[in-house]
């Protein structure tokens, strides 16, 4: 049944506002004979409308209704002259206006069908901007058409383009890895590709690719920012890129892949190409290495944290519980899983620069380098510091290298199996565990032993001296932590501090865990207090904020990041920079690698000088008092022209749910 065509199509109506509206399509549709009541049609229009507004976004509504005084389905699309008033979800004023009409009597579920295709139109941004530009009735007709026969559109899509398959992976696997994955599908699908991303992210792979898929594929993009293998894309038009690029520049990246060269996988030892791994650089290959670190951090943390605070405040002024308590045991697994932080660091830091075959030697070289039992005592010097840390990103980087260098050697076949089985893992980690041993260990750890002392004498005094280094740095790592919410800088001010959590020295620590939560909970705060200047979406992105900065995942301010950097990021580094400073200045402590006003929940923050009970109060202080500078700052500096953040699942999920409020008032 064709319920839209050329004389459905009207274009710049001069007409003032919805009652105008309203009375047009009445008037066409007794014209039309699809009414011989207009009166109940404007009356059925206006009923739907008191319900729950049809304003949608971007310009768009779509008033609808049921009516016994309409005799068949029929879909009208008007462009008025001038924009005009209109509750929508984003504040913006209505020039686009697509109107259902459908009998009492609605079989196939017509109506909520024809919603549901103009609602999943009105996603689409390069279909908007088409109709928005369009003045010919037969373009305007055909767009519209090709949603409401999906059938035939996917069809034509196949044959017209073709498919388009991708990975996306970050170093952290939280939000910029879905958030590429998004862009690039909602870009691929308005190009007329169908489309399949796989995601790698920290809840693991998702939507994986299949031989089948890969085989279907007319090119192949990758946007990560890890090494990964690609031997099975092997003679495919493939594109490497980063996850930034595709999130900021999604419309070039797929260009780009169009024409992009087939991809010749030399040698299957290396797992990926030599110039996507240099041009990475070494603080890529860290940061890589780091994400994989962070669980064990976190768990080994909160493990040792609620060991030590229940045990005090059970055992009085006993620092822990005794040997064979329960809690005991509690610390010694936090215990193993921090010392295996140390060599999961080096080695995904060499598995990042070398794939593989580099796992197994930098993952032992770097736990031997955190043994300093092991070290032999050159001139007498005495080691009572291991490398941890500092070890493991230098043999990660050393035995990444070297690995690579050795995966590049033209070898025969016979003996090419032996190389990842016998020649790298024996003598690349017996040749730099001898090296740790013999060489480096002692002279290192002896120098990292005066500068621990050095610090320790800095957060183990209440002086003016004291307390003025630890605000300054204290500010220097909260405004670190609130830059990249999760970057390469925020990463640099997460990792110094926890070298300096398994030295024993927390302040740092407690620095940067009061200001990891402060660019979410910031944003979350402002789309409430400042609720006229933010978006229906940019509320329900935070809502999400306000969760993930209580949990301590600085990501979540990342959507408005990306709509409005310069405003967002100066607001949040201003505020994490508070918060650090001041937690610094009340000496906050923190013994769990991890931030957020979970970590004090779970009796991780405490105070060397103060006590437990007021270094969680100085916490909290802290966090309340740099998210408050956020939220203002921001509210404050945010025009009321809001930039919606294009995140396309987000508005396919409000769409929905107001698909279903709507039917179900109508039901009503």
Known sequence: MEIFNKNNIFINQKLKDKQEIFEFISQKALDMKITTNKKLVYDALMNREKEVSTGMEK???????????????????????????????????VQYVFSILIPEKNQNNIHLETLSKISTMLVNDLTIQKLKKSVSVDE???????????????????????????ITSCTVGIAHTYMAAEKLENQLKSMGYETKIET??????????????IDEADFVIIATDMTIDLHKFDNKKLLKTSTKAAIHNTEEIVKKAQIAPVYKNVSTKKEDSDSSSEKKGILKHIIGGISYMIPYVIFGGIMIALSLGLGKSIYGSSSSAPRGDFLWWIEQIGVVSFNLMIGVLGAYIAFSIAGRAALMPAFVVSTVANMNSLFFNIGGIESKTPLGFVGAILFGLLIGYTVKWISSFKIQKSISAAVPMFIIPIGVTLFYSLIVVFIIG?????????????????????????????????????????FDMGGPINKVAFLTSTALVSSKIFEPMGMVAAAIPVAPLGMGFATIIFRKKFTEQEKTLGASALFMGFIGISEGAIPFAVADPKRVITANVIGSSAAGAIAGL???????????PIVAILGAVGSKTHGTALGILFFFIAVVVGTTITTLIYGFWKGKETKSINIPFVNQLKNKLNLKKGAKNEKK
């Open 140 to 166: 305007i007709l055909l767009i519209v058409q090709s949603y409401l026969n999906e059938k035939k559109q996917v069809e034509q899509m196949k044959k017209t383009r073709g498919k388009v398959v991708g």
């Open 59 to 93: 310009g768009f509504a779509i008033p609808h209704c049921q009516s016994s005084a309409v005799s068949k389905p029929t879909l009208f699309y008007i462009k008025l002259a001038s924009e005009i008033e209109w509750e929508t979800f984003d504040n913006s004023k």
């Open 586 to 596: 009340l000496s906050v402590t923190n013994a769990a690698a991890h931030g957020g």
């Open 200 to 213: 790698r992210g920290s809840v693991g792979v998702k939507n994986k690719l299949s031989k089948k898929d």
């Open 442 to 482: 002692a002279p290192v750890a002896f120098v990292m032993g005066k500068f621990i002392s050095w610090l320790q004498s800095i957060f183990n005094t209440d002086s003016n001296v004291g307390l003025g280094v630890a605000f300054l740095v204290g500010a220097l790592l909260g405004g670190m932590a609130g």
